[in-house]
């Protein structure tokens, strides 16, 4: 069992330098919050195709990153407590 807290305490700890890598590295929005109330979304190829660029690969990648971090925060805090 102590082999499997240290293996699950290596990943969170992987996982967590690439968020922070990952996230820091983004590019901040432009349009925020007004650009959502106003609804000044184009309907254009960029728009359609935004999950291809680089953006959209980041973007992805932080929220698969998020997730592993919460799950593997619930699981360590889990194994720890026991």
Do not use: H, P, W
């Amino acid at each position: 069992m102590e082999i499997v807290k240290y293996v699950l305490l290596g990943i969170y700890v992987v996982v967590c330098i690439a968020l922070i890598i990952v996230a820091t590295i983004q590019t901040k929005d432009k349009g925020g919050a007004s650009e959502t109330i106003m609804g000044s979304s184009t309907n254009n190829f960029y728009e359609k195709n935004k999950g291809r660029t680089r953006e959209g690969r980041l973007k992805r990648m932080t929220v698969i990153l998020g997730i592993a971090f919460v799950v593997l925060s619930i699981v360590v805090g889990i194994l720890y407590a026991i």
